[in-house]
């Protein structure tokens, strides 16, 4: 079962967020992606972040840029991170979650 971990932050801004994965061997065919949708079922991406996994260290990282949320509306959205490995074509839902947005009050 996924992990939760839910994210603030506000329209506009830069977030980002590394999980640690304890006993997940991290490997060269292994590939990371996270979307960002209103709702679970909506057919709709809203924003896909930037992923980057670090075999040394065991991590996953996920990026918000802040252009990709500067023109969406507040409120709440959802997201998971999907590791997907080639060698195997196995893929695995590990982190999911609530993006809240909040309106920034300098533009």
């Not at 994965?21 to 991406?45: E, H, Y």
């Not at 992923?51 to 260290?57: C, H, I, K, P, Y």
């Not at 507040?74 to 991170?81: A, I, N, Q």
């Amino acid at each position: 079962m996924a992990a939760t971990y839910n994210i603030t932050t506000l329209t506009g801004s830069d977030v980002s967020a590394t999980f640690t994965f304890t006993g997940l061997n991290i490997v060269g065919t292994m590939s990371a992606s996270a979307q960002m949708r209103k709702t679970a079922a909506s057919p709709d991406i809203v924003a896909l972040f930037t992923t980057s996994l670090n075999a040394s260290n065991e991590t996953a990282t996920i990026t918000l840029e802040a252009s990709k949320t500067v023109d969406l509306a507040p409120g709440d959205y959802v997201y998971d991170l999907k590791i997907d490995d080639s060698s195997d074509d196995s893929s695995v839902i590990y982190i999911k979650g609530k993006v809240t947005l909040e309106q920034a009050v300098t533009r």
